[in-house]
């Protein structure tokens, strides 16, 4: 542990996907930082230090990105299959109860996690989530297109480009390692894995969504082109939920730390 200046201490879950890394740090009650696909916990470096300062903060890096290697075969990696990850997490580390901040696939997960185990989640923050989308034949052929390792390689470091609409030196960070894994033939096949899984009817949260009891902020960056539209679906779908749309892209805690913090941390302290 630390002193909440954001250093971690790496540790290793085993779980049914092979060996996940989770950085830990900080002192307090629990908060679980769920990343994006393509990303890894270092995309929340910018709020680390605030978050760790009151909360112990777990950074879980999903299998296939950070510090955690592919699962085998790296062609498996499904959504689902990240969400299913998340109840082993928490009973490895001795999590009892946790506040849940995901972005993209990690919103997704915290989602299914706290539909499945409600009495285990104290809070969730959703980030540009996964899971609201509404399918269209334009949509699902995209989803296609993207879910073949040919054109996520081509994509490479160039389609974070426009749905990372701020620059700042951890944007920049992130881009350069989303560049940088497209000479990584196992990377490649996990984020392609990934994408594919977005059309499986098992990510749909449409239907269950309603059904969500725990506190739930909804910090949405509005100026994202692939989901930006899907917070206010998310909204209807979650009328309990708090609204608070933010002038960014995908990464709002990464594109506008001091504003994602600014609504982020009373809620926390609020719920957590």
Not at 22 to 39: F, I, Q
Not at 62 to 72: D, E, L
Not at 124 to 131: A, E, Q
Request: net charge positive.
């Amino acid at each position: 542990m630390n002193r909440g200046d954001g250093t971690t201490e790496p540790v290793t879950v085993r779980t049914c996907a092979g060996p996940v890394v989770v950085h830990r740090t900080g002192a307090g009650p629990a908060v679980v930082l769920l990343h994006a696909n393509p990303g890894d916990s270092r995309d929340f470096a910018a709020v680390l230090p605030a978050l760790s300062a009151q909360f112990t903060v777990y950074g879980v890096d999903w299998p296939g990105y950070g510090a955690s290697p592919p699962p085998q075969p790296p062609s498996s990696a499904t959504a689902m299959g990240y969400a299913g990850l998340v109840p082993q997490l928490l009973d490895a580390l001795g999590i009892e109860h946790a506040a849940f901040i995901g972005n993209s696939v990690g919103g997704y997960c915290a989602v299914r996690f706290a539909l499945d185990s409600p009495g285990r989640v104290r809070a969730l923050v959703l980030v540009n989530s996964g899971g609201f989308t509404r399918p269209t034949p334009p949509s699902r052929a995209f989803v296609r297109l993207k879910g073949t390792e040919t054109v996520t390689r081509l994509l490479a470091g160039r389609l974070s480009r426009l749905y990372l609409r701020r620059r700042n030196r951890t944007v920049a960070e992130m881009l350069a390692r989303d560049a940088a894994r497209r000479d990584d033939p196992a990377a490649i096949a996990v984020e392609a894995a990934v994408w594919r899984s977005f059309n499986d009817p098992a990510h749909d949260l449409r239907v269950e969504a309603g059904a969500l009891t725990a506190a739930t902020l909804i910090a949405w960056g509005t100026g994202d082109p692939l989901l930006g539209k899907d917070g206010r679906r998310a909204h209807r779908l979650l009328p309990r939920a708090t609204w608070h749309p933010l002038r960014t892209g995908h990464a709002p805690y990464a594109e506008a730390p001091e504003e994602f913090l600014r609504v982020t941390m009373p809620f926390l302290r609020r719920h957590a």
